[in-house]
C-alpha cells in the first residue's frame, strides 16, 4: 500500500496511555517514532499518528503510547523542531523482521536518507527487543544511543518509568534525568 497522503490513510485507532498492570516490562519490545519534516501531512503529529495507524496491519500491535514530545533538531538546532514518541508493542515479529516492517513503514511515508540526521518525514528506532542485547547479526539491541536521548527516555519514562535499561539494568525514570542529548524535549499536553 501506498500512502503518499493522507487521504489514503485509515484514522487513527485510541490508544493507551495508562499502564497495564501485567505488562512485562523485561519482554518489552519499544519502538520510537519521531518526525520534522510533515510532508503530505498537516503537521508532523498527524504523521506520526498516520504512521501509528499502520501499525496494526503490519503486525504490530501498540500496548502502551506516550505523549509527543517536542524538541529542538539534534544536532543541528537549525532544522525544524521534532516531535517524537515511544510505544511498547507486542508482534510475532523477530528483531530483524520488525526492523524491516519498520522501514518498509518509513518508506510509505516518503522517508528520504540523504544525510546524516537530515530532516525526516517518519524515523522509526527499535529501542528495545525485551532483554535482547549486543550485536544481533548486524542489528544491535538495545538501540546503541537511545538511553542518552530524553526525547527517547523521556517517553518511555512517562508510560513505563520501571523499564530497565538491558544492557545498565538502569531504569527509564533514571535515565531520562541523565540523557544529555535533547535536554529540552518536554511533553505536549
Not at 507486542?90 to 528483531?95: E, F, N, S
Not at 524515523?123 to 546503541?144: S, T, V, W
Request: glycine share 8%.
Amino acid at each position: 500500500m501506498d500512502i503518499a497522503s493522507p487521504e489514503m490513510v485509515p484514522e487513527p485507532e485510541a490508544v493507551s496511555v495508562n499502564i497495564d498492570e501485567d505488562l512485562d516490562l523485561d519482554a518489552a519490545v519499544i519502538v520510537a517514532l519521531g518526525c520534522n519534516d510533515k510532508g503530505v501531512w498537516g503537521s508532523c503529529r498527524e504523521a506520526l499518528e498516520a504512521a501509528l495507524a499502520r501499525f496494526r496491519g503490519e503486525g504490530i500491535d501498540i500496548l502502551l503510547q506516550s505523549s509527543w514530545w517536542a524538541s529542538q533538531a539534534w544536532p543541528d538546532p537549525s532544522h525544524p523542531p521534532f516531535l517524537n514518541g515511544v510505544v511498547i508493542v507486542r508482534t510475532a515479529h523477530d528483531p530483524h523482521a520488525l526492523m524491516a516492517t519498520l522501514g518498509r513503514i518509513e518508506d510509505m511515508f516518503r522517508r528520504r536518507r540523504s544525510t546524516a540526521n537530515a530532516p525526516r518525514t517518519l524515523d522509526l528506532d527499535l529501542i528495545a527487543y525485551g532483554r535482547e542485547e549486543g550485536d544481533c547479526d548486524g542489528l544491535i539491541l538495545p538501540h546503541p544511543r537511545a538511553a542518552n536521548r530524553l526525547f527517547v527516555m523521556g517517553p518511555i519514562a512517562e508510560i513505563a518509568p520501571e523499564w530497565r535499561h538491558p544492557s545498565s539494568g538502569a531504569r527509564a525514570s533514571a535515565l531520562a534525568g541523565f540523557a544529555t542529548v535533547g535536554r529540552d524535549a518536554h511533553p505536549l499536553r
